[in-house]
């Protein structure tokens, strides 16, 4: 009877071992699948960012050569606001992007927001009949941030991200 009891207990040790061992594995398992969750979104939110900024930056070039081939002449044309979508849907997340891009991806939509917001002070010059003021301000704010935030300040980025 002292054997099988030991036997018994014996067993359940094991049995309560194994177990142990494999929520022990499981939880291994979950953590390292979180962190590589984690990486993965990392990855996916900064590239969708920095796509996002080279098509600005590619329609902005574009923009800017139009703008300055025109000329100052009135009326000055209507101004279509330059679309963030990408960084509107996932600002809130803004603590995912990688931390080397972080900083360079804040200050160029800091930057596109006042272009958009300048754009707004259009009818502002035309109202008081100095549109080549306008005109001379947004060109300037144009060129300020290709010169600034352009492909050139994110391209370490892009070649990290499998963008270049």
Not at 19 to 36: D, K, Q
Not at 41 to 55: F, G, M, V
Not at 79 to 93: M, R
């Amino acid at each position: 009877m002292f054997y099988s009891q030991a036997a018994q207990s014996d067993s359940l040790l094991k049995i309560l071992a194994s177990a142990i061992a494999a929520a022990a594995i499981a939880f291994f398992f979950r953590i390292v699948n979180s962190v590589l969750d984690r990486r993965r979104e990392r990855r996916n939110i900064t590239r969708a960012l920095l796509t996002e900024i080279r098509r600005i930056n590619d329609v902005i070039t574009s923009h800017e050569q139009w703008w300055k081939n025109r000329g100052s002449q009135a009326p000055l044309p209507p101004l279509v606001p330059i679309a963030t979508n990408t960084y509107n849907n996932l600002a809130k997340q803004i603590a995912l992007v990688d931390e080397r891009a972080a900083p360079a991806i804040v200050e160029f939509y800091g930057y596109v927001y006042f272009i958009n917001e300048l754009q707004k002070k259009k009818r502002d010059y035309e109202k008081k009949n100095v549109p080549h003021e306008f005109y001379a301000l947004y060109a300037e704010a144009l060129h300020r941030h290709l010169q600034r935030y352009g492909n050139h300040l994110f391209q370490r980025h892009y070649r990290r991200y499998g963008l270049a």
